[in-house]
Structures are given as structure tokens and as C-alpha cells.
T-cell receptor, first 114, second 114 residues
């Protein structure tokens, strides 16, 4: 398996622009998570999907952030409009609810908002 | 709210110099303590899960232990390739169903000099 695949790996944009981050989870995994990592706050959970349904979005900072999972093999995290304080590394992770409770992370998308 | 504190923030060792990393946690009811390794520019990679006080897990030069208040990651005779950020995370009874919401510490940056 290729693991969790995220794109783009790097994104530089200007304040006010729309940003879309993409994630392909591991085939067969039914849980998907979006995390954000910054030096100040570490890794923070933004949203959690189970079987393509959003279960908990309490970590989404504000209405500028939205996430979708239209099918079991694809998810997006959108920021509109983007702000400089959104600059961070965004990770997607997936797991299976069968067996060990292990998250497999993607390589991350580094977002810089100027 | 679950809390995880890791110390030290950074640790420099000489090759072969054994040491330990600390993870102190406060949770309502522990449902698992996780250790991850993160290399620069990559997502966290799973190392261990511990479930109950007294439990130990080993992998090559790493050994993780757990008490009711903290976990230690012991590194025996480290090599330069062990250099990475080591993250600790907890899942508690408030997390709900399986694989839901890990709360991460900010990590310990380990550097092993040859």
C-alpha cells in the first residue's frame, strides 16, 4: 500500500485566497482525521470522519475551514479565505476500527499564507 | 480536558549515550498511550501503544514504559539514525469510539551526534 497520500506537499498563497488540501486514505481504513501542526500548539485534531461521515468537527478553528469526504478514498480540507495565521503543516491520517488503534499519517501539506 | 506534557523539549546525546524521554499525562480514564516518531518533513510514524500501568514495549533500541501518571521512552545506546522528534499521545474515555481523538504532546526533539 502507498500509505496515506496528501497533496499538495507545499502551498504558498496570499491572504484571502482559497486553499484546498487533498487526502487519499489507506484502502480499507474507515476513519479519517485532519490534524494541524504548529510549533506553538503542536498537533491539533481539526475534524474526524467515520465511514465518510463527519463525527466531530469541534477542532475546526472557524467557519473559514470546511472538510468533506465524498467517498471512502478521498477527502478535502478547504480554507476560504485564508489568513497568515493559518500557516501550518496539515496532516491527514487514517485508521481502521478493527484491530489496533493506530493512526497512519500522510507526509503532510505545508501551507504558507503571505 | 486531556493534557500531555513532554520533557525535555530537546535533548542532545552522543552516540551510545543512553537516556530517557518523559511524557506526563492527565486524563479522565486512559484508553491508550501512544508513542510516535516524526522525522523532518514527514508525518508521525507509530512506535508503541501502552494500555495499563506496568506495561512495557520494546523495539530495537527503544523501550516504552507506563505508570499511572507518566510514560518513559528509554533509548539504549542510541545511533545518529535515532535522531527525530518523539511524540506522545493519549486517548481517554472521553474520546468516544475506537480510534478517536488522540491528544498529542508537543514532542521531544532528539539529536544523536556521531
Amino acid at each position: 500500500d502507498a500509505g496515506v497520500i496528501q497533496s499538495p506537499r507545499h502551498e504558498v498563497t496570499e491572504m484571502g485566497q482559497e486553499v484546498t488540501l487533498r487526502c487519499k486514505p489507506i484502502s480499507g481504513h474507515n476513519s479519517l482525521f485532519w490534524y494541524r501542526q504548529t510549533m506553538m500548539r503542536g498537533l491539533e485534531l481539526l475534524i474526524y470522519f467515520n465511514n465518510n461521515v463527519p463525527i466531530d468537527d469541534s477542532g475546526m478553528p472557524e467557519d473559514r475551514f470546511s472538510a468533506k469526504m465524498p467517498n471512502a478514498s478521498f477527502s478535502t480540507l478547504k480554507i476560504q479565505p485564508s489568513e497568515p495565521r493559518d500557516s501550518a503543516v496539515y496532516f491527514c491520517a487514517s485508521s481502521s476500527t478493527v484491530g489496533a488503534n493506530v493512526l497512519t499519517f500522510g507526509a503532510g501539506s505545508r501551507l504558507t499564507v503571505l | 480536558e486531556d493534557q500531555v506534557t513532554q520533557s525535555p523539549e530537546a535533548l542532545r546525546l552522543q552516540e551510545g549515550e543512553s537516556s530517557s524521554l518523559n511524557c506526563s499525562y492527565t486524563v479522565s480514564g486512559l484508553r491508550g498511550l501512544f508513542w510516535y516518531r516524526q522525522d523532518p518533513g514527514k508525518g508521525p510514524e507509530f512506535l508503541f501503544t501502552l494500555y495499563s500501568a506496568g506495561e512495557e514495549k520494546e523495539k530495537e533500541r527503544l523501550k516504552a514504559t507506563l505508570t499511572k501518571k507518566e510514560s518513559f521512552l528509554h533509548i539504549t545506546a542510541p545511533k545518529p539514525e535515532d535522531s527525530a522528534t518523539y511524540l506522545c499521545a493519549v486517548r481517554s474515555v472521553r474520546s468516544g469510539g475506537s480510534n478517536y481523538k488522540l491528544t498529542f504532546g508537543k514532542g521531544t526533539l532528539l539529536t544523536v551526534n556521531p
